[in-house]
Protein backbone atom coordinates (compact mmCIF):
# COMPACT_ATOMS: atom_id res chain seq x y z
CA UNK A 1 0.00 0.00 0.00
CA UNK A 2 1.72 3.70 -0.86
CA UNK A 3 1.01 6.09 1.45
CA UNK A 4 0.38 9.68 -0.87
CA UNK A 5 2.08 12.62 0.77
CA UNK A 6 -0.84 14.95 2.50
CA UNK A 7 -1.06 18.25 -0.08
CA UNK A 8 -1.18 21.00 2.31
CA UNK A 9 -0.95 23.66 -0.65
CA UNK A 10 -4.18 25.43 -0.28
CA UNK A 11 -3.25 27.94 2.63
CA UNK A 12 0.17 28.98 0.49
CA UNK A 13 -1.56 29.62 -2.37
CA UNK A 14 -4.08 31.34 -0.96
CA UNK A 15 -1.85 33.97 0.99
CA UNK A 16 0.21 34.28 -2.43
CA UNK A 17 -2.78 36.19 -3.32
CA UNK A 18 -2.30 38.37 -0.89
CA UNK A 19 -0.74 41.68 -1.25
CA UNK A 20 -0.13 44.96 0.45
CA UNK A 21 -1.60 48.31 -0.11
CA UNK A 22 -0.90 52.21 0.93
CA UNK A 23 -3.16 54.49 -0.44
CA UNK A 24 -2.75 58.66 0.41
CA UNK A 25 -6.69 58.38 0.76
CA UNK A 26 -5.89 56.12 3.90
CA UNK A 27 -3.56 58.85 5.19
CA UNK A 28 -5.94 61.73 4.96
CA UNK A 29 -4.36 62.89 2.25
CA UNK A 30 -6.04 64.15 -0.75
CA UNK A 31 -4.32 62.60 -3.03
CA UNK A 32 -5.05 60.00 -5.86
CA UNK A 33 -1.76 57.64 -5.38
CA UNK A 34 -1.65 54.23 -4.24
CA UNK A 35 0.91 51.48 -4.02
CA UNK A 36 0.84 47.42 -3.78
CA UNK A 37 3.10 45.32 -3.30
CA UNK A 38 3.96 41.79 -1.72
CA UNK A 39 6.20 43.41 1.32
CA UNK A 40 5.50 45.90 3.48
CA UNK A 41 9.15 47.04 3.60
CA UNK A 42 9.14 47.75 -0.28
CA UNK A 43 5.65 49.56 -0.29
CA UNK A 44 6.40 51.77 2.28
CA UNK A 45 9.09 52.90 0.96
CA UNK A 46 7.80 53.35 -2.44
CA UNK A 47 5.14 55.66 -0.20
CA UNK A 48 7.96 57.34 1.37
CA UNK A 49 9.70 58.41 -1.89
CA UNK A 50 6.20 59.67 -2.88
CA UNK A 51 5.46 61.48 0.17
CA UNK A 52 8.82 63.06 0.18
CA UNK A 53 8.41 64.52 -3.37
CA UNK A 54 4.81 65.19 -2.86
CA UNK A 55 3.61 66.23 0.05
CA UNK A 56 6.14 67.68 1.53
CA UNK A 57 3.64 70.83 2.24
CA UNK A 58 0.83 68.24 4.02
CA UNK A 59 3.49 66.99 6.96
CA UNK A 60 5.74 68.49 9.06
CA UNK A 61 9.34 68.50 7.55
CA UNK A 62 10.90 64.71 6.63
CA UNK A 63 14.54 65.50 6.41
CA UNK A 64 16.14 64.06 10.20
CA UNK A 65 16.57 60.24 10.16
CA UNK A 66 14.12 60.26 13.18
CA UNK A 67 11.66 62.21 11.00
CA UNK A 68 12.11 59.57 8.77
CA UNK A 69 11.64 56.38 10.52
CA UNK A 70 8.82 58.29 12.14
CA UNK A 71 7.03 58.55 8.46
CA UNK A 72 7.97 55.64 7.42
CA UNK A 73 6.40 53.89 10.45
CA UNK A 74 3.02 56.05 10.72
CA UNK A 75 2.94 54.87 6.31
CA UNK A 76 3.60 51.16 7.71
CA UNK A 77 0.81 51.47 9.78
CA UNK A 78 -1.56 52.69 7.04
CA UNK A 79 -0.98 49.99 4.65
CA UNK A 80 -3.77 47.06 4.36
CA UNK A 81 -3.27 43.75 3.59
CA UNK A 82 -5.80 43.19 0.26
CA UNK A 83 -6.40 40.43 -1.65
CA UNK A 84 -5.21 40.50 -4.88
ZN1 LIG B 1 0.09 61.23 -2.32
Known amino acids: MVI???QKNLEISKEETMIIRYACKDMGLNCPF???GDSVEKVVQIALDHV?????????T???????????????RSTRIVAD
Not at 52 to 60: E, G, I, L, W
Not at 64 to 73: E, W
Request: charged share 25%; glycine share 0%; no cysteine.
Open 62 to 76: IESAVQIDVMRKSLE
Open 4 to 6: LPI
Open 52 to 60: QAKHTQDFN
Open 34 to 36: IVS
